[in-house]
């Protein structure tokens, strides 16, 4: 028994070692060739190169592109976040209705390029105009579901007397929102405004059909892999590597503070 | 926000929660998913019973001939082969995937626990064309893989890896795995070790545990992983076209080709009902086996 229990270990160990070699293999490939001095992406080595960097910081389209998408993804962030934190509010506090609970989940279920299509159509419908605010309004369809759900976790552990300590001391009710309530979940609030931002940048399906002839940056960096695979993609990959993994560091600090700090608000917030 | 009258009551139980205007902070949500969500999918609802414009576009003219289009053989061959490869990716992302969210949830350490499974997250927090775009680099034909087996001289010519069912099947099983282990874990972690050590103290065998205790506890976790890889594969169409290279179609592609080639917009509207419908019967299925295992669980 304990023979094959060992080997079970060894096994599941082998295994692990195994997923982490395919989880980060591939990107490790595209880091290096990144620096490699080869006209193509291909394999052999060439020497040391930083001018692929050069190049992606020199190419116009690649970088409207990405700035065309910060600006979608801080609109849809905003939207998201203000409209998923009153409807966590809502949700957390005034519903017993399993109906509305699992309704919230409904935008995250349908596939993104049924959402896509479908907003294209209404969007011709109404004859909206194509372009970053299109996407804009698309994009905070499932991000409002994302920002509720992470808010929520945090309501949860809302202590409620405090808010009431502070009504009963005759603070008005929105007053008592900004310096009480607001301040507590404002963790909950940033990290969902992470998330929803993250997922935004990353957002390809459903911009490529509500973008017209906006190109945001995952649609600028779908038709150059198309056209080809060149060094300056990997330069690309690499730099968003970065850039995700600089987010997901803030989002893990972030979260810390959650767990272990107080759950109450700072001094100075109650004012 | 004018709405902030005093309650009438003025006792302790009274605080935000009794804020008469409050209930109405569910209503900008809901308005908005009224309009950008609900809308537009009784749009495409609508649509589908609809003709095509000889320009693209759609007219108004009652008719069935897009569902009848949809059941063509060599449509509803696309849909099947969708079906094929979502479902392989998902059995594949469940064998890789079970065995680590196992070994991950016995962990005895917290701490080591979170770290194994950031690790896990981690690459799949960076832009989903960039690591479909790694496999064309890794599986080309002057790619890593065959440069490698060519330089460890177990190859003359270089293989064909890419544009075919098994680069597809890779990039998907790459792209979605994360969504597997994560639900596995979250089951996995739950349960208690007591179960399995009792029924290893009862003589049975480690597989017979893994079959008759574990893997029926965690059966919730086992079909949300599923539902997870499943849903986001049948629907894909950047992969197919990278990694396929557009060959064999997928369901994905098709839509994509009836609204940005094609123009046939009430055809694609009924293909992506179709694809709707297909994942709607999938939760359904999901639904009946969750309250079958919570039955099982409350008879225990």
Do not use: K
């Not at chain 1, 070692?17 to 490939?29: E, G, I, K």
């Not at chain 2, 979502?86 to 080591?112: E, H, K, Q, S």
């Not at chain 2, 927090?125 to 490698?148: C, D, K, P």
């Amino acid at each position: 028994m304990r023979e094959s229990r060992a080997g079970t270990a060894r096994w599941l160990r082998i295994h692990m070692t195994l997923l982490y070699a395919f989880l980060y293999l591939p990107l490790v490939v595209l880091v290096v060739l990144s620096f490699n001095d080869a006209q193509r992406a291909v394999v052999s080595w060439r020497g040391f190169t930083t001018r692929w960097y050069g190049a992606v910081f020199e190419n116009p389209e690649l970088l409207g592109a990405l700035g065309t998408t910060m600006v979608i993804a801080a609109m849809a962030t905003t939207i998201s976040v203000a409209l998923g934190t009153l409807l966590a509010l809502g949700l957390e506090r005034h519903t017993r209705s399993s109906v509305l609970d699992s309704a919230v989940y409904f935008p995250l279920l349908v596939p993104d390029i049924v959402l896509g299509i479908a907003l294209l159509s209404f969007y011709s419908l109404i004859r909206l105009p194509l372009g970053a605010g299109s996407i804009v309004l698309a994009h905070s369809v499932w991000g409002i579901a994302f920002a509720a759900a992470i808010v929520r976790t945090r309501l949860r552990g809302f202590d409620r007397s405090i808010e009431e300590a502070s009504l009963d001391l005759g603070v008005r009710e929105v007053p008592t929102f900004f310096r009480i309530t607001l301040p507590v979940i404002l963790p909950g609030i940033v990290s969902a405004a992470l998330v929803v931002f993250t997922l935004s940048v990353d957002e390809f399906v459903i911009a490529y059909f509500t973008a017209g002839r906006t190109v945001t940056f995952p649609i600028q960096v779908y038709s150059m892999i198309r056209f080809g695979v060149t060094p300056e993609i990997n330069a690309v990959a690499t730099l968003l590597l970065g850039f995700s993994m600089v987010l997901i560091v803030v989002a893990l600090l972030v979260n810390r503070g959650r767990t272990t700090s107080d759950p109450r608000p700072p001094e100075g917030a109650t004012g | 926000m004018d709405r902030t009258e005093p309650s009438a009551d003025g006792g302790a139980r009274r605080g935000l929660a009794h804020w008469r205007g409050s209930r109405l902070t569910l209503a900008p949500a809901f308005v908005w998913w009224a309009v950008f969500l609900v809308t537009p999918i009784v749009l495409i609802l609508v649509s589908s019973f609809f003709r095509r414009g000889p320009f693209g576009g759609v007219v108004y003219e009652l008719t069935l001939a897009n569902f009848v289009r949809a059941f063509d053989p060599l449509y509803l061959g696309v849909l099947w082969y969708s079906v094929q490869i979502a479902f392989i990716t998902t059995v594949i992302c469940f064998l890789i995937g079970f065995p680590a969210a196992y070994f991950i949830a016995t962990r005895p350490n917290p701490r080591v626990r979170a770290a194994l499974l950031v690790l896990v997250v981690l690459p799949f927090l960076t832009n989903f064309l960039i690591r479909t775009y790694a496999w064309i680099v890794l599986l080309n034909r002057e790619g890593v893989v065959n440069q490698s087996l060519r330089g460890m001289g177990l190859i003359d010519a270089p293989l064909s890896l890419l544009y075919n069912d098994f680069a597809v099947v890779m990039g998907l099983v790459y792209g979605y795995l994360p969504l597997m282990i994560l639900p596995l874990y979250a089951a996995l972690e739950r349960l208690h070790p007591e179960i399995r050590e009792a029924a290893l103290d009862l003589g049975a065998r480690p597989l017979r545990i893994l079959r008759t205790v574990t893997l029926p506890l965690v059966l919730p976790g086992i079909v949300a992983g599923c539902v997870f890889v499943f849903v986001p594969s049948l629907g894909n169409f950047p992969v197919p076209q990278l990694l396929g290279g557009g060959r064999r179609i997928m369901v994905g592609n098709l839509i994509n080709q009836q609204f940005l080639e094609g123009r046939d917009w009430p055809f694609g509207s009924a293909l992506a009902l179709m694809l709707m419908s297909v994942l709607m019967i999938l939760l359904v299925v999901q639904s009946r086996v969750l309250r079958h295992s919570r039955e099982i669980q409350l008879d225990a």
